[in-house]
């Protein structure tokens, strides 16, 4: 790491005239033109570190650990061109430059560059996923600097340049083994949408024998999920004897690196096992320009994705792979976005699939979208009353414990991109459940400098998205019957995200059910945080890696006992 003293960097002039306790330093960014291309757009990152561990671009969280943060929008960046960060742009968690104290910092830029798409009659722009699932600190042909030591006065009128000339590297595919097959498919409905080339992914997991007996045919079941750069929770080899054991700061764990390894390697070891049940297991892989994930249903703004997964990707692996092909055969499951995703799909396509189980799935009503009413709250920061405004809590520990605001949560997501471009949570559930804005990007549930709801917005979120409302309206009229013993959810009650609150309201409407009562699952984890999947013995430390092993079992006992006369039950039981 270089290390530049304060008295040797370019120092300029900023407020002529000003008193000089209205100074303030500035950042002066360039990047080199023979790597990035002729003027890209993007979004221009700087941070501020005192922290010694990872690079700062590694350290931008929302915990009481982040690092400082600032991010300016930059159009057609010409190479000889410098973009100035000054005292003037918005910084999470500290609002502007002026606030940072005065004292030793590692800085480092980073450039998240976009696309432009023609859409709607508007055009917009935004980061394209390039094979890393959104991570605008990882994203392959991102730009940034080397991390380089500095003495920051606020109160100096120092210009510190700094020059964005690193590449990230591409990403190298995981190959095919024996049990994990990787597809990628372009999918014509998505191409069309975002009118460029536009793929599906898919991690398939074959059931031992599946070479040896060519005429099985399988169910077909799909664990829903963050975005997977491989198959999750299965290794196909012993643990690591050299891997450099890290700490769990979340589950005070040491080495939880290595529980993980054990615990999928484990899981390989009861897949391949005589007595474990022969399926096709898949996770599927749809980053889009919002997020590593589409949440699996067909939205405004990111596109048909339901429409692609359930008409052009499943048919391709189902035939390739010899499944079954049926809904009686098909299952989901998954946690937390995973966990909305399986229980969405399976209310919006309810013959398509055979059951779900979904583990502290994210919002299922939107009267509890985490802490938040957004039908009869009038500010996502604060509870307010006549007497009092009473700041909402984003994120808590396992103790009940503040972590992180709402006001807070939704600043760090507006720093790292304007216009639902943060490649984060709240950004994509707003580009899921919402219309298409006048601007040509989402439209806004609510004002993220003030908290303020859009109810008109709130609205179409209810009428599109919000599965319990849609339970509710469509139960008796035929959707109960379809959804029968198909829906099982679990959640623990110190969920650290409140989706609890969501499940509670589910719970409440579907135990009343009698036209026909729903004949599933609801249950909670008491004490247990996210993201609990139904286990009350086992830590949740060990439980949330255990999806597959417990989850596995109890759907193909489901899809056994409810298959139709004459169905294939015996190919694929050896």
């Given amino acids: 790491m270089r290390r530049i003293p304060l008295a040797t960097l370019l120092f300029s002039t900023l407020l002529l005239g000003a008193s000089p306790a209205f100074a303030?330093?500035?950042?002066?960014?360039?990047?080199?033109?023979?790597?990035?291309?002729?003027?890209?757009?993007?979004?221009?990152?700087?941070?501020?570190?005192?922290?010694?561990?990872?690079?700062?671009?590694?350290?931008?969280?929302?915990?009481?650990?982040?690092?400082?943060?600032?991010?300016?929008?930059?159009?057609?960046?010409?190479?000889d061109a410098a973009q100035v960060i000054g005292a003037d742009v918005l910084g999470y968690p500290r609002d502007s430059l002026r606030d940072v104290p005065a004292g030793k910092y590692r800085v480092q830029v980073v450039?998240?560059?976009?696309?432009?798409?023609?859409?709607?009659?508007?055009?917009?722009?935004?980061?394209?996923?390039?094979?890393?699932?959104?991570?605008?600190?990882?994203?392959?042909?991102?730009?940034?600097?080397?991390?380089?030591?500095?003495?920051?006065?606020?109160?100096?009128?120092?210009?510190?340049?700094?020059?964005?000339?690193?590449?990230?590297?591409?990403?190298?595919?995981?190959?095919?083994?024996?049990?994990?097959?990787?597809?990628?498919?372009?999918?014509?409905?998505?191409?069309?949408?975002?009118?460029?080339?536009?793929?599906?992914?898919?991690?398939?997991?074959?059931?031992?024998?599946?070479?040896?007996?060519?005429?099985?045919?399988?169910?077909?079941?799909?664990?829903?999920?963050?975005?997977?750069?491989?198959?999750?929770?299965?290794r196909e080899t012993p643990p690591d004897p050299d891997l450099k054991p890290d700490f769990s700061e979340r589950f005070q764990w040491k080495g939880y690196n290595r529980?993980?390894?054990?615990?999928?390697?484990?899981?390989y070891k009861l897949w391949t096992g005589a007595d474990f049940p022969r399926a096709i297991v898949i996770e599927i892989q749809h980053a889009n320009p919002f997020y590593g994930d589409s949440y699996a249903v067909d939205s405004a703004n990111v596109g048909p994705y339901g429409e692609a997964i359930q008409t052009e990707l499943i048919p391709y692996l189902e035939k390739k792979y010899r499944a079954l092909g049926t809904g009686w055969s098909r299952f989901v499951y998954g946690g937390s976005t995973g966990g909305w995703e399986a229980m969405a799909v399976q209310?919006?396509?309810?013959?398509?699939?055979?059951?779900?189980?979904?583990?502290?799935?994210?919002?299922?009503d939107f009267r509890a979208y985490t802490v938040v009413d957004v039908y009869?709250?009038?500010?996502?920061?604060?509870?307010?009353?006549?007497?009092?405004?009473?700041?909402?809590?984003a994120r808590r520990d396992g103790l009940g414990r503040t972590v992180t605001s709402m006001a807070e949560s939704l600043r760090r997501e507006l720093v790292l991109g304007t216009r639902g471009r943060s490649g984060e949570q709240w950004d994509i559930w707003q580009a899921v459940f919402s219309p298409v804005g006048p601007d040509g990007y989402p439209a806004s549930i609510w004002d993220k400098r003030t908290g303020v709801i859009d109810h008109k917005v709130a609205e179409y979120w209810k009428q599109h998205y919000d599965l319990m409302e849609i339970l509710r309206r469509d139960w008796d009229r035929g959707l109960g019957e379809k959804l029968r013993g198909k829906l099982h959810i679990y959640v623990g009650t110190m969920d650290n995200y409140f989706l609890d609150g969501a499940v509670r309201l589910a719970d409440d409407f579907l135990s009343k059910t009698k036209n026909p009562p729903y004949e599933g699952v609801v249950e909670y984890g008491h004490g247990h945080e996210h993201c609990w999947n139904g286990d009350p013995d086992t830590p949740n430390a060990i439980s949330r890696l255990r999806y597959h092993e417990m989850f596995l079992p109890k759907i193909v006992e489901r899809i056994r006992k409810t298959a139709p006369p004459g169905a294939d039950l015996t190919s694929w039981k050896y």
């Fill in 259 to 267: 529980t993980q390894q054990e615990e999928a390697y484990r899981f």
């Fill in 24 to 79: 303030t330093p500035q950042f002066s960014v360039k990047y080199g033109g023979r790597i990035a291309g002729a003027a890209p757009d993007g979004r221009l990152f700087l941070i501020l570190s005192n922290d010694a561990g990872d690079e700062p671009r590694m350290q931008i969280d929302d915990s009481a650990k982040t690092q400082q943060l600032f991010g300016i929008d930059v159009d057609r960046w010409a190479p």
């Fill in 376 to 393: 009869n709250d009038t500010n996502a920061f604060f509870n307010e009353s006549f007497w009092k405004r009473t700041p909402r809590a």
């Fill in 111 to 234: 450039f998240h560059r976009y696309e432009t798409f023609q859409r709607n009659g508007h055009t917009i722009k935004l980061p394209m996923d390039r094979g890393e699932g959104q991570q605008w600190n990882r994203a392959p042909g991102n730009l940034y600097s080397v991390p380089i030591e500095i003495t920051f006065d606020p109160k100096s009128d120092a210009t510190i340049s700094l020059t964005a000339d690193q590449v990230i590297p591409e990403i190298v595919p995981p190959k095919d083994t024996k049990y994990v097959r990787h597809e990628r498919i372009q999918s014509k409905v998505l191409t069309k949408f975002w009118g460029r080339p536009m793929y599906l992914g898919a991690h398939v997991l074959l059931p031992e024998g599946f070479d040896s007996h060519p005429k099985a045919r399988y169910p077909l079941i799909i664990n829903h999920g963050h975005f997977p750069d491989d198959f999750g929770g299965f």
């Fill in 347 to 364: 209310v919006l396509y309810p013959d398509f699939y055979n059951g779900a189980y979904a583990a502290c799935p994210d919002p299922i």
